[in-house]
């Protein structure tokens, strides 16, 4: 009797267990032995995910391709310089260095070097520049906007792993509790108090707890599985996380508090992907800017210098083959020069481009006006569905509350040998069930408000 009065009390207490678990200072990244991780926290999980993730590091990939691609604009501003050598061999009837054709072998070494610099091409590199920067920009709040959306997804499955803990603890309750009713129906049995039948029903509710419970083991298993699957964490075997107690959770009460047009106002261009889609907005003004400078004229600057070595290896009788020094000093060649190119007609090819860059910025003006009619939309939805949770988390605590009301009733019942084992089942089974439902609408309730902070831009973690 003292034992079903302390399993009472414990049923009382709100069927909840905090696992303790050692956390560790750091996150373990690639460089990091990962047999060193006891307990992973949330802040843990997600600072190694962005560090492993194959999909954020070919983000990165794509933002040092942007860095490489601006690189090259900003040096086009530079001169080219170049260097040329040839060697031809002439055999038979070939000109002479005195510009007639003789009959001849004689063979011919140049060396020439020529830079040159644009001076004045419409602004054309100055908007490339620009256009350039924008875009790099815009792939790093591509970078952030993946990092938000692989946290918000990390955060989700780190809760269904919390909640499915919580079940395990409920699921090894309900075993000790069954296994106290087996030994009550036993004595009340020997007692000549109930049938024998009551005693088989226990036995059989046994049973069908501990298959319960194994199955809620799988699944505790299993969501560790696709968490340290989302990590890119090697081995399960060595992962499992930090359980968070309830009292650190936000399961606030600002929800009521807020509205999505006042989200959406005030933190809108806090949001990377309406940064991104801004920048690239940007970015097609200066595309256009540049498709017109194909109507200026362009001015550049070239220099250059050559040089050559003439040999015969049959000279006409009286003449033959001045040194290499000599020739080197009489047959350079200096040239500087201006060139101006006047674009008068070339196919209409210019004003398509620029047509084309007008497109593209209609285009860049309604990805953005998309984005932010998207954004909306999922602020409306995150708000529905963190006020439905919280009713659905209210609704479920009265009926948790009730549920222990009657259980605690029908155990004393039941222990009087007033109440049948049939009925002292299905009484734990109701509390059971709405305990693992309040659970289950809690950490539902914790996610929704997580989402919408995470709209707000609070932290995660």
């Given at each position: 009797?003292?034992?079903?009065?302390?399993?009472t009390?414990?049923?009382?207490?709100?069927f909840?267990?905090?696992?303790?678990?050692?956390?560790?200072?750091?996150?373990t990244?690639?460089?990091?032995e990962?047999?060193i991780?006891?307990?992973?926290?949330?802040k843990q999980?997600?600072?190694?995910?962005?560090e492993?993730?194959?999909?954020?590091r070919?983000r990165?990939l794509?933002?040092?391709?942007?860095?490489i691609?601006?690189n090259?604009?900003?040096n086009s501003r530079?001169?080219?310089?170049?260097?040329?050598?040839?060697?031809?061999?002439?055999f038979g009837?070939?000109?002479?260095?005195?510009?007639?054709?003789?009959?001849?072998?004689?063979?011919?070494?140049s060396?020439?070097v020529?830079?040159?610099?644009?001076?004045?091409s419409?602004?054309?590199?100055?908007?490339?520049?620009?256009?350039?920067?924008?875009?790099l920009?815009?792939?790093?709040?591509?970078f952030?906007?993946?990092?938000?959306?692989?946290?918000?997804?990390?955060?989700?499955y780190?809760l269904q792993?919390?909640?499915n803990?919580?079940?395990?603890a409920?699921?090894?309750?309900?075993?000790?509790?069954t296994?106290?009713?087996l030994?009550?129906?036993?004595?009340?049995?020997?007692?000549?108090?109930?049938?024998?039948?009551?005693?088989?029903?226990?036995r059989?509710?046994l049973?069908?707890?501990?298959?319960?419970?194994?199955?809620?083991?799988?699944?505790?298993?299993?969501?560790?599985?696709?968490?340290?699957?989302?990590?890119?964490?090697?081995d399960?075997?060595?992962f499992?996380?930090?359980?968070?107690?309830?009292?650190?959770?936000p399961?606030t009460e600002?929800?009521?508090l807020?509205?999505?047009?006042?989200?959406?106002?005030?933190?809108i261009?806090?949001?990377?992907?309406?940064?991104a889609?801004?920048?690239?907005?940007?970015?097609?003004?200066?595309?256009?800017k540049?498709?017109?400078?194909?109507?200026?004229?362009?001015?550049?600057?070239?220099?250059?210098?050559?040089?050559?070595?003439?040999h015969?290896?049959?000279?006409?009788?009286?003449?033959?083959?001045?040194?290499?020094?000599?020739?080197?000093?009489?047959?350079g060649?200096?040239?500087?020069?201006?060139?101006?190119?006047i674009?008068?007609?070339?196919?209409?090819?210019?004003?398509?481009?620029?047509?084309?860059?007008r497109?593209?910025?209609?285009?860049?003006?309604?990805?953005?006006?998309?984005?932010?009619?998207?954004?909306?939309k999922?602020?409306?939805?995150?708000?529905y569905?963190?006020i439905?949770?919280?009713?659905?988390y209210?609704?479920?605590?009265?009926?948790?509350?009730?549920?222990?009301?009657?259980?605690i009733?029908?155990?004393?019942?039941?222990t009087a040998?007033?109440?049948?084992?049939y009925?002292?089942?299905?009484?734990?089974?109701?509390l059971?069930?709405?305990t693992?439902?309040?659970?289950?609408?809690?950490?539902?309730?914790i996610?929704?408000?997580?989402?919408?902070?995470?709209?707000?831009?609070?932290?995660?973690?």
């Amino acid at each position: 009797m003292r034992i079903s009065i302390i399993i009472t009390l414990l049923l009382c207490s709100g069927f909840t267990a905090t696992i303790s678990a050692q956390s560790v200072d750091s996150i373990t990244t690639a460089n990091v032995e990962p047999e060193i991780v006891k307990a992973w926290t949330l802040k843990q999980c997600i600072e190694y995910a962005v560090e492993n993730n194959i999909d954020i590091r070919q983000r990165i990939l794509q933002n040092r391709s942007a860095e490489i691609e601006l690189n090259t604009t900003r040096n086009s501003r530079l001169p080219n310089l170049n260097a040329n050598m040839g060697q031809n061999f002439y055999f038979g009837r070939g000109p002479g260095r005195d510009g007639t054709y003789q009959d001849q072998t004689q063979s011919s070494s140049s060396l020439s070097v020529n830079a040159n610099v644009s001076i004045f091409s419409g602004l054309n590199v100055s908007n490339r520049i620009k256009a350039n920067e924008l875009n790099l920009q815009a792939t790093i709040e591509d970078f952030n906007k993946a990092k938000e959306d692989l946290a918000l997804n990390i955060t989700s499955y780190f809760l269904q792993v919390i909640y499915n803990k919580e079940l395990l603890a409920i699921a090894d309750e309900q075993l000790e509790l069954t296994k106290k009713q087996l030994a009550d129906a036993e004595s009340l049995v020997e007692n000549g108090k109930s049938p024998e039948s009551d005693l088989y029903d226990a036995r059989s509710a046994l049973a069908r707890d501990e298959a319960a419970r194994v199955e809620t083991a799988n699944a505790l298993k299993l969501s560790l599985l696709d968490l340290a699957q989302l990590l890119n964490f090697p081995d399960i075997e060595k992962f499992d996380i930090e359980m968070t107690t309830t009292d650190t959770l936000p399961v606030t009460e600002y929800v009521a508090l807020v509205t999505p047009d006042n989200i959406y106002d005030n933190y809108i261009n806090n949001r990377p992907s309406i940064k991104a889609a801004e920048l690239r907005l940007k970015s097609s003004e200066y595309d256009l800017k540049v498709a017109k400078s194909a109507y200026y004229p362009s001015l550049s600057l070239g220099a250059s210098y050559s040089n050559s070595y003439y040999h015969t290896y049959n000279p006409p009788a009286g003449t033959i083959n001045e040194s290499l020094s000599t020739q080197w000093s009489r047959n350079g060649s200096e040239n500087i020069g201006l060139s101006l190119n006047i674009p008068i007609f070339n196919r209409m090819s210019s004003r398509n481009q620029v047509r084309n860059a007008r497109i593209s910025m209609e285009n860049s003006q309604l990805a953005l006006d998309n984005v932010r009619q998207q954004l909306y939309k999922e602020i409306q939805q995150a708000y529905y569905n963190a006020i439905a949770a919280k009713e659905k988390y209210e609704a479920a605590k009265k009926a948790v509350d009730a549920s222990r009301i009657a259980f605690i009733y029908e155990l004393r019942k039941y222990t009087a040998g007033r109440s049948t084992s049939y009925q002292f089942e299905e009484a734990k089974k109701r509390l059971s069930q709405t305990t693992a439902e309040t659970a289950q609408a809690k950490y539902n309730l914790i996610f929704r408000t997580k989402i919408l902070d995470f709209y707000k831009g609070v932290p995660l973690f």
